[in-house]
Every structure is written in structure tokens, then in C-alpha cells.
């Protein structure tokens, strides 16, 4: 799909499709859902991508794992050091809280850069962090 945020509704109602199928119910399709929309937003924004791909599958009872694919310029947002939220807010740096929110709320999360695209890989399971 083309890499606009206008495409988030999209996005999110397919990838849920997949918790869904998974067998992940209430809290679980809800954090399904932000990171969903963390990712799907940052690309749109940020990566001067064209396009978005997004791929799940479901390995097993409880666990779908996502892709979320864009051919926008080489950023691995997982290798930014976490923000230290022991600091003042006025003191710390912009940017930085969706991803550590995105840790947050995943069984494992992986970049990779290959043939020209950012691949993000992530798993969310019904029994949680």
C-alpha cells in the first residue's frame, strides 16, 4: 500500500485480522494495535517511503508474528539507545518514546535492511511481555 497515514485504518484492521486468527483477544489486539500504528505512522512520516508492505503469520495458537516492510531511506529505529525517563521531560530528547513503547509491548522486534527495504519484525503473544 502506498506509505500515507491515510492508510493506517487499512493497515490496523488488516494486521488485527491476524491477532485475531492468532486468538489474541481484549488488551492484547489493543497493543497489537498501537504497534501497529507506531511503525505504520513513523514510516509514513518519517522514512520518505513509497510504499508499505505489511505480511503476518501466525505460528502458532496465541502468537502472530508482523512484518511491516518500506522502501524508504536505511533507519534501524532499534538501534537508538532507550530514552532515560528518570530525566526531567525538559531535558530530554525529542523522539524516542514510540519505539520503547514498542519494545514494550512485544515478544521480539528485529530490523533488518535488505535489497533496498526496512523490514520490521515483531511477534505479539496472547500471554504477553
Known amino acids: 500500500m502506498e506509505a500515507d497515514e491515510a492508510g493506517l485504518p487499512r493497515a490496523m484492521a488488516f494486521v488485527r485480522g ?9 488488551e492484547r489486539l489493543g497493543e497489537l494495535d498501537l504497534v501497529v500504528e507506531e511503525l505504520f505512522v513513523n514510516v509514513a512520516r518519517y522514512a520518505g517511503a513509497g510504499t508499505v508492505e505489511l505480511r503476518y503469520t501466525v505460528p ?6 508482523v512484518e511491516v516492510a ?8 532499534l538501534a537508538r539507545a532507550e530514552p532515560d525517563l528518570e530525566l526531567p521531560l525538559e531535558a530530554r530528547p525529542v523522539g524516542g ?3 520503547f513503547l514498542v519494545r514494550r ?3 521480539s522486534l528485529r530490523y533488518s535492511r ?5 523490514r520490521i519484525l515483531f511477534r505479539v503473544a496472547a500471554g504477553g511481555s
Do not use: K
Request: charged fraction near 20%; avoid cysteine; glycine fraction near 26%.
Open 60 to 65: 502458532a495458537a496465541g502468537v502472530v508474528e
Open 18 to 26: 491476524g491477532g485475531e486468527a492468532a486468538g489474541l483477544t481484549g
Open 97 to 99: 518514546l514510540g519505539i
Open 114 to 118: 535488505d535489497g533496498g527495504w526496512n
Open 70 to 77: 518500506d522502501d524508504g531511506r536505511a533507519f534501524d529505529p
Open 105 to 107: 509491548l512485544t515478544q
